[in-house]
């Protein structure tokens, strides 16, 4: 048999700014951030979750501003 070189694969990744939904560990980490506000008691996951989720997704959606442009000292 003939030896078959493997090709590379490609892999095409969004830039952070172009995602339009939090990742799921975002998510998690926010949730656990608000049951850390709340003083870690207990029965409230779903809607820390959900508090999460809703704040990131408002987070994602505002519309990001360009840096301003460097001035340069004279």
């Not at 003939?2 to 700014?17: D, E, F, G, H, I």
């Not at 959606?61 to 460097?70: I, Q």
């Amino acid at each position: 048999m003939p030896k078959m070189s493997k090709s590379p694969s490609l892999t095409v990744t969004k830039p952070r700014a172009a995602r339009t939904n939090p990742a799921t560990e975002e998510i998690a980490l926010r949730a656990y951030h608000i049951y850390l506000e709340r003083g870690g008691a207990p029965g409230n996951a779903l809607e820390d979750w959900t508090r999460a989720e809703r704040e990131l997704q408002e987070e994602f959606s505002k519309p990001r501003r360009k840096p301003a442009p460097k001035s340069i000292a004279a």
